[in-house]
């Protein structure tokens, strides 16, 4: 089994609190403070790994968001692209 983990988006839906070069995957979750993997993403990492092997899960984003996924999570499989997101066209 996989997990695959879409993590993108342009922060439109929960402005002010979400801008595009910070979207909701990095907003800290209510009641877990600023510590890292407090954040949607970071949370979500960790139920996933609890059940898939770091090995078979992969994280798919923007090409934009790449950077702080990589500086916030020890994940070899990340995948970016400038296309990924709602409007991703073959």
Do not use: C
């Amino acid at each position: 089994m996989y997990a695959v983990i879409l993590a993108g988006g342009s922060g439109t839906r929960l402005w002010p609190l979400s801008r595009e070069q910070y979207p909701k995957q990095f907003l800290p979750l209510p009641g877990t403070g600023e510590s890292e993997g407090a954040s949607l993403i970071g949370a979500t990492v960790d139920r996933v790994l609890a059940a898939v092997p770091e090995d078979k899960t992969l994280i798919v984003t923007h090409v934009d968001q790449a950077g702080e996924i990589r500086r916030r999570l020890d994940l070899k499989n990340l995948y970016s692209g400038p296309g990924f997101g709602r409007s991703f066209r073959r």
